[in-house]
């Protein structure tokens, strides 16, 4: 029998390779050279033995065989294991379940920063052996060399050669002496060189609000999930300013007082110090983890979660890989947000991967936000295949009111001079003078959103896109907001030479430029991916308005989600139907969602709030409900039409995307997988629907023409079953891509 590792690679080949492990490497005493699962290793790959780096993931016993014997592991890279074996399954998952290669699984899963162990250096520890500190009386040295022994001798710890210099007083020359004469031993270590984190430093602690009804009887039902030691998943339904960060602050208190950890998520743009600050006035250890940490704060960050020091880990939605030792609880907060799905390989949601660690670790998971997803939705209600248990909170605190809400009808309203209609300029202006704040929200950027020309109807659209160009004015560029192409504007038609070019529809920017001549002298902030690149700009940006320094917020979806401003008496929706008509199938659940979040951002103090949503549907079911705050109203609505068409939550789906330069070899290549994929179904007897190949939405980008192909069937098996065996076999050829996405967020 030979010992063997068996590993995957990051990229190349796909598939588990066994190499032997030598006997150097499988000596646990030797932990810098110990073969184990979760290191990454070195091993020669193919018949020219080229060196390449994978992931250990199994070690076992394999038989001997003297034909065909293994090659051998050439080295190990990590001192310690950066895969646990609880983390190791719910990479295995993932690797089925979003059909993706285990090891690109995990280089996804384990940070850069980690994997270059960041911020660390390679540092000479000095130690004195036992033998030599049982007879160190007795050794004749001369007198500085006496004093450096009795020095590193009294240590608790090796030092560096630094540190015992500055101790003995000292320059080098005894220190080497003594190890040449193997009176001092040395072992290089890799060691952080960090200093305080910020995260330790002592803030003001905070003592938990008093919960009215319903936040009590929430917290019973998550603080009975705790205690009982078993998984379950909670579906916390609250209005917006209803209390539910306190409940799960609380909960979270009770799985910290056990000596356990808890993991929050959080969209990526609500991780603001407001958000932070929360968790630092409760809890001793945080950790924060997010995109925008260098490498060296996300490893520094990462050792002390796997050290166990983390009570709290706040982060985005990579943090529910978090090695938590010790995990309590997860909750996901605004669970509805779009952005807790991944866009690259591995194409992972954070709630269904969630859900798959925290039923195999037996933690509750907490689902919370104003506007839950339909699927969450759905699995909350009875007969629903994955029952999730549902908690209602149904009012806000203090007993507040909802801010009422007038619809403008954008179709009938004569007085239209620019983005603001008269109703909304009127309501700013009574808003101003009661010394209140406004939140305008628009969500898109630039300054127009097209440009097009009236004499022959010339569009001008991205020259590697079929995407229109957004004119800019801050910068005076034509960009392109898919691939960042840019130009500048058209002075006459490229096509007629008329001058009458056309400069039309609305951007964050045209609406900055119109508040601002209307409201002269009033401080304004614009917040969109223009205005908000550089680091900690979200925040300056959030701060000036939280102390009233600004009066006027607008900008895009990112002004509409987790802010909680009591001044806040006016929110405008300048345009509700921007994401009505998008060829999507949650194109009404998210203008519901976005229309109901800002509206929620008013009415949280004790002056109230209103709301003003401009449309050209008014009459539209998602706007209806959102204006009344009305969730299960556009559940009732949408979900019958989802059942009826297998969409999500009444079915699994999956996606195709194939691009490339050559539009014909892109059409053959998809045009084939969708025969195989068929084919596949056919002889498995799975009952599937099969839409396309059809042109993507955008059909093509960043110069590549794209196609796509869309798959429909009871549940996810199936599914992957066919396209392991139908689209997986088949290798794409020569300058097209391909990529499939199980349970697509993103249909553009």
């Not at 290089?188 to 330790?200: I, Q």
């Not at 609000?209 to 009982?228: E, F, Y």
């Not at 936000?369 to 994955?386: D, H, I, K």
């Not at 392991?724 to 349970?743: N, Y």
Request: glycine share 8%; charged share 25%.
């Amino acid at each position: 029998m030979v010992l063997a590792a068996t590993v995957v690679l990051p990229g190349g080949p796909v598939g588990e390779f066994d190499y032997a492990i030598p006997d150097a490497m499988a000596d646990e005493r030797k932990p810098e050279t110990f073969v184990e699962p979760g290191r990454r290793v070195r091993a020669p790959l193919g018949r020219g033995n080229r060196p390449v780096i994978g992931y250990c993931v199994a070690v076992v016993l394999k038989p001997a065989s003297p034909s065909r014997p293994l090659k051998a592991l050439k080295g190990v890279i990590d001192t310690e294991s950066l895969v646990s074996p609880p983390m190791m399954r719910l990479t295995r998952w993932m690797a089925d379940h979003y059909l993706t290669p285990w090891g690109q699984v995990l280089e996804g899963v384990v940070p850069s920063g980690v994997r270059g162990k960041a911020g660390t250096r390679d540092v000479m520890l000095l130690s004195v052996p036992t033998h030599v500190a049982a007879r160190l009386t007795k050794l004749q040295l001369p007198p500085k060399q006496a004093e450096v022994l009795k020095a590193l001798a009294a240590s608790s710890k090796p030092l560096s050669l630094k540190q015992l210099a500055m101790r003995a007083d000292c320059t080098s020359a005894p220190i080497n002496a003594l190890r040449k004469a193997g009176l001092i031993e040395s072992r290089v270590e890799r060691l952080a060189t960090d200093g305080l984190l910020a995260e330790d430093m002592v803030v003001e602690r905070l003592q938990p609000k008093k919960l009215n009804a319903d936040q009590v009887r929430t917290l019973d039902t998550i603080l009975g999930a705790i205690d009982s030691g078993e998984h379950e998943t909670i579906l916390v339904h609250g209005v917006t300013g209803s209390g539910k960060t306190e409940v799960y602050l609380q909960a979270i208190e009770r799985v910290v007082a056990f000596g356990r950890q808890a993991i929050v998520l959080v969209p990526e743009i609500s991780l603001t110090p407001q958000t932070v600050g929360r968790f630092r006035e409760r809890f001793d250890r945080i950790a924060v983890l997010h995109s925008h940490q260098s490498d060296v704060e996300r490893h520094r960050q990462w050792r002390r979660i796997a050290a166990g020091e983390v009570e709290v880990v706040v982060g985005a939605r990579s943090a529910v890989f978090a090695p938590t030792p010790h995990l309590g609880l997860v909750v996901i907060d605004e669970e509805h947000e779009t952005s807790f799905k991944q866009d690259t390989a591995p194409r992972y949601h954070a709630r269904d991967v969630a859900l798959q660690r925290t039923r195999a670790e037996n933690v509750p998971l907490v689902l919370a936000s104003a506007t839950p997803s339909l699927e969450a939705w759905r699995y909350a209600q009875p007969g629903a295949p994955e029952r999730f248990r549902l908690a209602s909170m149904p009012r806000r605190i203090g007993d507040l009111p909802m801010p009422a809400v007038r619809v403008v009808d954008l179709r009938v309203d004569g007085e239209m001079r620019g983005a603001l209609s008269r109703p909304l300029c009127q309501a700013m202006k009574q808003a101003l003078d009661d010394d209140g704040q406004i939140i305008l929200l628009l969500n898109r950027r630039g300054y127009s959103t097209h440009v097009q020309c009236p004499a022959c109807g010339y569009k001008l659209v991205c020259d590697h896109c079929d995407v229109a160009m957004t004119f800019h004015r801050q910068d005076n560029v034509v960009l392109c907001h898919w691939c960042d192409h840019r130009a500048a504007p058209p002075v006459v038609c490229p096509d007629c030479r008329s001058p009458r070019i056309r400069y039309g529809g609305l951007g964050t920017q045209k609406l900055e430029a119109e508040v601002s001549a209307r409201f002269r002298g009033v401080s304004i902030a614009r917040m969109d991916a223009d205005t908000m690149r550089r680091p900690g700009s979200h925040e300056v940006a959030l701060d000036a308005f939280r102390r009233g320094e600004t009066r006027i917020l607008l900008g895009t979806q990112m002004i509409a989600k987790g802010l909680d401003f009591p001044n806040v008496t006016l929110v405008g929706v300048v345009s509700a139907d921007s994401a009505l008509n998008l060829p999507d199938f949650r194109a009404a659940e998210r203008t519901f969602q976005l229309v109901t979040q800002v509206a929620g951002r008013t009415g949280r103090g004790e002056r109230g709030g209103r709301v003003i949503v401009q449309t050209f549907d008014p009459d539209h079911p998602a706007i209806q409900a959102a204006v009344r705050h009305d969730f299960e109203r556009f559940a009732r609505e949408e979900l019958p039409n989802r059942q009826a068409l297998g969409y999500p939550p009444y079915g699994s789906m999956a996606r195709i995307i194939a691009r490339g330069a050559s539009e014909p070899l892109v059409t053959a290549y998809l045009d084939q997988v969708a025969d195989a994929v068929k084919q596949a179904a056919v002889e498995t007897g799975v009952k599937m629907r099969i839409a396309g190949p059809a042109p993507a939405p955008i059909t093509r980008l960043r110069g590549e023409f794209r196609r796509h192909l869309q798959l429909h069937a009871p549940n996810g098996d199936p599914l992957r079953a066919a396209l392991k065996a139908g689209w997986q076999p088949i290798k794409p050829p020569e300058g097209v891509r391909s990529i499939v996405d199980i349970d697509p967020v993103d249909m553009l």
